[in-house]
């Protein structure tokens, strides 16, 4: 397993938020993307994932692929 350094991280979550702590929290990493559930405080578990990856999930949302969220 690798580890990725985090400490320069730039975590954002969705404007559609509002505030509320049910959310994720993405960090761009260039060539992987950091997810963190945003009620742990940047204590918890990060999840990677190749930017290609995260970019075709993103593109499945958008387009409908996973049934009514």
């Known amino acids: 397993m690798n580890r990725v350094d985090l400490a320069d991280a730039a975590w954002f979550k969705s404007s559609y938020s509002n505030g509320q702590s049910a959310c994720i929290e993405v960090a761009d990493l260039g060539s992987e993307v950091a997810l963190r559930d945003s009620k ?8 990677t994932s190749p930017a290609e990856g995260w970019r075709a999930f993103i593109a ?10």
């Open 60 to 69: 499945g949302v958008v387009n409908g692929e996973f049934g009514e969220l």
């Open 40 to 47: 742990q405080n940047g204590n918890g578990p990060v999840l």
